[in-house]
């Protein structure tokens, strides 16, 4: 694709709720990062997959968030159990390749709210 | 653990002035750094990236120095405009993953 792309643009739940976040990065891209960004923030770190398999999931605040890249491409980021602290904008990035070396390309963000 | 500071927070400049950003990190070992730019609302897009061999960046009206010695690195806007106005974050990766500051807000009032 042109982008990276995200969906949805706008979610908002309740709290106890579970939620999905989709990432579509651009085409050819192996490399895919999440991140986080609070009102005021730069963005934190999640996770970061190399092809299908997590390389660094060191970011991940808690139990309650798991991500998977199952075919190398599309990524889910899953949050379970939502509380309100969780309502952030959630980034997603690709990157070509595995060198650190290369630029990343950032999607819209999906922005979450836990009411 | 790597720390990334930006300095000022906000910034209201009238139009057609240069200006200054500045970024400071605090773990020298880098493999590159990238200016970003945010919109409200919007995701970031990338400026400029700098290599952690080299010194600096050009892209039209900005240029980007990197001292990697020191833990800095400027964002220099020429002739700034209102349609500059944005948050501007840096970001530096040592091990793939970005640790960014938490953004200058920029304000060019016509």
């Known amino acids: 694709g042109a982008g990276v792309s995200q969906t949805p643009s706008n979610k908002v739940t309740e709290k106890g709720k579970y939620v999905e976040l989709r990432c579509d990065p651009i085409?050819?891209?192996?490399?895919l990062y999440w991140y986080r960004q609070s009102l005021g923030q730069g963005p934190e770190f999640l996770i970061y997959?190399?092809?299908?398999?997590?390389?660094?999931d060191s970011g991940l605040p808690n139990d309650r968030f798991f991500a998977v890249r199952p075919e190398g491409s599309v990524s889910t980021l899953k949050i379970q159990r939502t509380e309100r602290g969780d309502s952030a904008v959630y980034l997603c990035?690709?990157?070509?390749?595995?060198?650190?070396?290369?630029?990343?390309?950032f999607g819209p963000g999906t922005r979450l709210t836990v009411l | 653990k790597q720390e990334v500071t930006q300095i000022p927070a906000a910034l209201s400049v009238p139009e057609g002035e240069n200006l200054v950003l500045n970024c400071s990190f605090t773990?020298?070992?880098?493999?590159?750094l990238q200016w970003f730019r945010q919109d409200p609302g919007k995701g970031l897009t990338s400026l400029l990236l700098?290599?952690?061999?080299?010194r600096e960046q050009t892209s039209g009206r900005l240029n980007a120095s990197l001292d990697k010695s020191s833990g800095r690195s400027t964002l220099y806007i020429a002739a700034s405009q209102p349609g500059d106005s944005a948050t501007y974050l840096c970001?530096?990766?040592?091990?793939?993953?970005?640790?960014f500051g938490q953004g200058t807000t920029l304000q060019v009032k016509p």
């Open positions: 990035a690709s990157k070509r390749g595995e060198g650190a070396y290369n630029e990343q390309f």
């Open positions: 085409s050819g891209h192996t490399a």
């Open positions: 997959f190399q092809g299908t398999g997590a390389a660094d």
């Open positions: 773990d020298s070992a880098i493999y590159n």
């Open positions: 700098i290599q952690s061999s080299q």
């Open positions: 970001a530096v990766s040592n091990t793939g993953k970005l640790i």
